[in-house]
């Protein structure tokens, strides 16, 4: 069974510091691993995913197959950072399981 | 073709009642999904298709919950005799050959039970 932990439900910051938001999974097979994010009265999107190994909008995340882990970082928050996030996992068979959501905001 | 789109947006109906939700996927994209979101929650997988077929509809929520994809093209979500529970915000979202996986969402139908 395929599992996706995000332990925090909110996490506040202010601008300019460092920002980690968790992501736990459980998979038996090789994990895909993807952010979403939801900004306030907007659809989701995707904002990376692990294959890709890029950053986005100065995001990244690291795939830690031995923690099981796929936390999404960004060194310097920015006020536009403030959205929903959401961790989801696919595994061989197209169907994707998402975490509960951690909601980021950064104050001014 | 601006993206994935859902009608209605919102949806209000009584108890006993069956409502009806349709998506239109991005057209080029062979895979639409659908999800239920309650509050606090992340998107609870219902089913898919690839194409016309449903290939999992086993998380179908109840025998009450079925879905169609006719020509591989829109889908429609049916709800029979709804329930107080059903409440939540019913999304869409489709992916492609192309999009490694990426599924790309549409706004959501907001169902309220009353």
């Known amino acids: 069974a395929q599992r996706v932990t995000q332990p925090e439900k909110l996490l506040s910051v202010f601008k300019g510091a460092p920002v980690e938001l968790k992501c736990n999974y459980s998979y038996s097979g090789s994990p895909e691993l993807f952010w979403y994010v939801q900004y306030s009265r907007q659809r989701l999107q995707l904002l990376l995913r692990h294959i890709s190994r890029e950053s986005i909008k100065g995001f990244t995340a690291d795939l830690n197959k031995g923690e099981t882990s796929f936390h999404l970082k960004k060194p310097f928050a920015q006020e536009e950072d403030s959205a929903m996030y959401y961790c989801?996992?696919?595994?061989?068979?197209?169907?994707?399981?998402f975490g509960r959501g951690t909601s980021l905001i950064v104050h001014p | 073709d601006t993206g994935v789109s859902q009608n209605p947006r919102h949806k209000i109906t009584k108890r006993g009642q069956n409502v009806t939700f349709r998506c239109d996927p991005i057209s080029e994209h062979n895979r639409l999904y659908w999800y239920r979101q309650t509050l606090g929650q992340g998107p609870e997988f219902l089913t898919y298709?690839?194409?016309?077929?449903?290939?999992?509809k086993s998380r179908l929520l109840s025998d009450r919950f079925s879905a169609e994809r006719p020509k591989g093209s829109f889908s429609t979500l049916e709800i029979q005799r709804t329930e107080q529970g059903d409440s939540a915000m019913y999304l869409c979202?489709?992916?492609?050959?192309?999009?490694?996986?990426?599924?790309?969402f549409g706004p959501g139908t907001r169902l309220t039970v009353l």
């Open positions: 989801a996992l696919s595994g061989g068979s197209y169907i994707p399981t």
């Open positions: 979202a489709s992916s492609g050959v192309s999009s490694y996986n990426e599924q790309f």
């Open positions: 298709f690839q194409n016309e077929a449903q290939l999992e």
